[in-house]
């Protein structure tokens, strides 16, 4: 490991200058030190992992694994800079904490005569992005927020630290857990370094508080029980996912294919059960019918470095001349549904494992949706562990093009920049699919 290390010295500093620069000295609205940061830490990274021709021994990969564990580390002391929606954690951890269900009422309603509650101010509210809508957050990520907010009722730095701390140990544990379950597959543990490493996940996950790091250690555990044929406690940890962040459940299908209707059904029903378990302390009239209309806002509001949704957004315009997101947005949520059903049901050779056809489906969705956050990339980098293509990682590099949209004063949509990102992202897709055959390593 100390032959490896005094190599590439200057790609650790080089990896570590963009882990501390974005961490500590950027702001969302600096696009250019953003890139500054972003770019070298990136080049690092995948020399390191892609580029570098010397053979990577044991003691070297596990030196990597120490380096991930330890960037992720100095980031727990960060406060989110290039994400507010920290404000909004905190907020619902703040209602917890007074014993008040966030999903029944609006933030606007805590600033009426009344209604207040200690530590719900118009300070606080300013800053929340998206006031206007319900929380949206699943119990896990709702539990962390109370947690946070029990223990720092008065404090939104320290708060955020409790947060980060989850995130943190659930990043550890992805790091240890990955490489045993690419054993488990027989593929290269090496590859793991392609997720652990990766410049996106780290900024956004114990950076920025996004909760995809949650999502993906359940996803994995889940994975690595299933190849156990531990089914019913693989069934919970998939639940966990679901809990952290909705989007697992649309590899639930692919279930049926693997293990057959009757396993895949018991399987189901755990999943089910866990989850009313899960949502059981939330769960009441108020938040069905506020959590629903929030979704359903989500696919008829909401837009941000969309692909094939801004495409047909352009096409609305010269037909109709406004936006028709209305019908878009539902209309490209019924064919993605129905495309990754399709998916789960239709046999391949070739990438017949679960992670490889999950990779396809999570795509369909990410090209269909109206909106993609950078953080949203984690699912596929992740995936694309298990399989032989790359282009989640050139996407990972591109999507940091999307904060130049906070650079301008007001908000503003760079299209220029989402063209860029999906052209060669896709093109290296397509090239991908046609000259790869897509086994696992």
């Excluded at 866990?274 to 008829?300: D, R, V």
Aim: with cysteine; glycine share 6%; hydrophobic share 55%.
């Amino acid at each position: 490991m100390g032959k490896f290390f005094k190599s590439f010295w200057w790609l650790i500093l080089a990896f570590l200058f963009g882990v501390i620069g974005l961490g500590f000295f950027t702001e969302q609205s600096e696009f250019n030190k953003i890139l500054l940061f972003y770019c070298p830490m990136f080049f690092a990274y995948g020399w390191l992992v892609f580029f570098q021709k010397k053979e990577l021994s044991s003691s070297d990969f596990f030196g990597l694994m120490v380096l991930a564990i330890g960037v992720r580390f100095i980031l727990l002391f960060a406060f989110p800079f290039l994400s507010d929606d920290v404000f909004r954690f905190i907020w619902d951890g703040r209602l917890w904490q007074q014993g008040i269900n966030p999903f029944n009422h609006l933030p606007t309603y805590f600033l009426e005569a009344g209604n207040e509650v200690d530590g719900l101010d118009n300070s606080l509210f300013d800053q929340l992005n998206s006031p206007e809508y319900f929380t949206i957050y699943p119990p896990v990520n709702q539990l962390v927020f109370y947690t946070s907010a029990w223990l720092f009722p008065n404090s939104i730095w320290w708060s955020a630290f409790v947060m980060k701390v989850f995130l943190f140990a659930s990043e550890v544990g992805t790091i240890l857990l990955l490489p045993r379950v690419l054993k488990q597959y027989e593929v290269s543990i090496k590859n793991a370094l392609i997720y652990i490493l990766n410049p996106l996940i780290i900024i956004e996950v114990c950076g920025n508080l996004h909760f995809e790091g949650m999502m993906v250690f359940f996803l994995l555990m889940a994975i690595f029980l299933f190849q156990k044929k531990q089914l019913n406690t693989s069934a919970i940890a998939f639940a966990l996912s679901i809990a952290s962040k909705l989007l697992p459940l649309i590899f639930l299908p692919f279930f049926i294919n693997k293990i057959g209707l009757k396993k895949a059904f018991q399987y189901g029903v755990i999943v089910a059960v866990s989850l009313a378990l899960f949502y059981f302390p939330i769960l009441n009239e108020t938040f069905i019918n506020n959590f629903s209309n929030s979704l359903n806002l989500y696919f008829q509001k909401f837009e941000f470095n969309a692909s094939v949704y801004f495409f047909l957004r352009w096409i609305g315009y010269q037909k109709v001349g406004w936006n028709m997101i209305a019908q878009i947005g539902p209309g490209l949520a019924i064919f993605s549904f129905t495309t990754i059903l399709f998916l789960a049901f239709f046999k391949t050779k070739k990438s017949d494992i679960l992670p490889a056809k999950w990779l396809w489906a999570i795509m369909v969705y990410l090209m269909l949706t109206t909106t993609v956050h950078p953080w949203y990339v984690s699912l596929p980098l992740f995936l694309c562990c298990f399989t032989n293509f790359r282009f989640p990682v050139v996407w990972s590099f591109l999507i940091c093009l999307t904060y130049i949209n906070y650079s301008y004063g007001d908000y503003f949509e760079n299209l220029w920049a989402v063209g860029l990102e999906y052209i060669v992202v896709f093109g290296f897709m397509i090239w991908e699919v046609f000259n790869l055959n897509a086994e696992t390593q």
